[in-house]
């Protein structure tokens, strides 16, 4: 995770993640939850 986020860092390249685990979240700039299907 560190790696991907000095990879952002270094070249502004935005990267998707999807994930359930609650302790990537720390990593982001920007958080957008689904919820039954729907962006909430």
């Not at 860092?9 to 935005?14: D, K, L, N, P």
């Not at 990537?24 to 299907?37: A, E, L, P, Q, S």
């Amino acid at each position: 995770m560190q790696l991907l986020k000095r990879y952002h860092e270094e070249t502004g390249i935005t990267i998707g993640l999807v994930t359930h685990n609650k302790d990537f979240i720390k990593y982001g700039d920007r958080d957008i939850y689904v919820k039954d299907g729907q962006i909430a």
